[in-house]
């Protein structure tokens, strides 16, 4: 929507199109800042290459104020919390960085679908050339701008995608043409393809033991395998807490994966809830310092740092999903703890991890 009203903006050339933008920006900052990044990068490309002339008068100001109007109380948020939203980009640059570079240009030409590349080429190439598209002109300069601000990141290569929507439907037009003159008999399987390559990677379609290729690209496809077994190895550890104790006992899982599978699965094999201090589902809350009984620790294979906040702990089972699945439950442990090493609210910040 904000690529939209953006390039509706430079089209018509009309100031109050800033109004639309600045509510589009708003909107997508309440649900994820990198929205900012998109709109930097077409700033950018307007600045570089025209019209610059609706960067002039008061209706850029009053766009911004719509922006600050619908997502003031959201940075106020993250100011008074010192910018969490930093955090974690700061985590997944310093822990993913290398990888995001290095997968970022395949990443390019499989999101869409390798079919689609030569498609958005098409439309770079008509955004930056035609003569009476040269209005959309910043928008192909954006598209680039915002590849070299990801990789400066470290961040993740689908961060480019609504650029690349952008060019994808640019370059329909040259392909409706090219199929006119020459009527391939081949566009309805390629489209059909193209779809499936697109739903392979997204969806949870495809069978544990097929999944190799689809986690090369997208690894949340196999990150749902083994939930059960987890939450059945979490019971054999929550068995062996004394049943008298189990009313003061915690169940704390690493991350918020872990912790979400318990809480899917684990009442009906009698678990508790389970609390967790990553990103936000530390949000749902802390234990309360009554709960002064056994942990039953759930961590990903080899984190042992976490355990240095509790007390007696050993391992009594591991996990194993059943499907050679390399996820970051593969392996894992649940270890048994006597107790913690202070009170969950002088606990709880230390275990606080925002990435």
Not at 294 to 310: G, K, N, S, W, Y
Not at 326 to 355: F, H, M, V
Request: charged share 15%; proline share 7%; with cysteine.
């Amino acid at each position: 929507m904000l690529s939209l009203c953006t390039l509706r903006l430079l089209r018509t050339g009309e100031g109050r199109w800033w109004l639309a933008v600045g509510a589009a920006l708003g909107v997508g900052l309440l649900n994820k800042y990198l929205v900012a990044a998109l709109l930097v990068a077409l700033l950018a490309g307007i600045a570089a290459v025209g019209p610059r002339r609706v960067l002039r008068g008061a209706w850029p100001l009053a766009g911004a104020a719509v922006a600050l109007t619908v997502a003031g109380g959201n940075l106020w948020w993250q100011a008074q919390h010192g910018w969490p939203e930093l955090t974690v980009a700061h985590g997944i640059s310093a822990d993913d960085g290398a990888d995001n570079r290095i997968a970022f240009i395949p990443e390019q030409l499989v999101f869409l679908s390798p079919l689609f590349v030569p498609v958005c080429v098409a439309g770079w190439r008509r955004l930056w050339r035609e003569p009476a598209l040269r209005w959309a002109r910043p928008a192909a300069v954006a598209y680039p701008l915002l590849c070299l601000l990801v990789l400066a990141a470290g961040g993740k290569g689908y961060y480019t995608v609504p650029l690349l929507i952008v060019l994808l439907a640019a370059g329909c037009e040259p392909l409706a043409a090219w199929l006119r003159v020459h009527r391939p008999l081949v566009w309805v399987p390629a489209l059909v393809f193209a779809a499936a390559i697109s739903a392979v990677v997204a969806l949870p379609l495809l069978p544990p033991s097929a999944l190799a290729l689809p986690m090369a690209v997208n690894k949340e496809q196999g990150e749902q395998i083994g939930w059960p077994a987890l939450a059945d190895a979490a019971r054999q550890g929550w068995l062996l807490i004394p049943q008298d104790e189990r009313a003061h006992a915690v169940v704390l899982a690493q991350n918020y994966g872990e912790a979400g599978a318990l809480d899917r699965y684990g009442p009906a094999r009698g678990l508790p809830r389970s609390y967790s201090g990553h990103m936000s589902y530390a949000d749902w809350g802390r234990p309360p310092d009554s709960a002064d009984g056994p942990v039953l620790l759930v961590r990903q294979r080899d984190a042992t740092d976490i355990e240095r906040h509790f007390t007696g702990c050993r391992e009594v089972a591991r996990v194993d999903n059943g499907h050679n699945v390399e996820n970051e439950e593969q392996g894992a442990s649940i270890d048994l703890c006597s107790g913690t090493a202070q009170p969950w609210s002088k606990l709880w910040p230390q275990l606080r991890r925002y990435y």
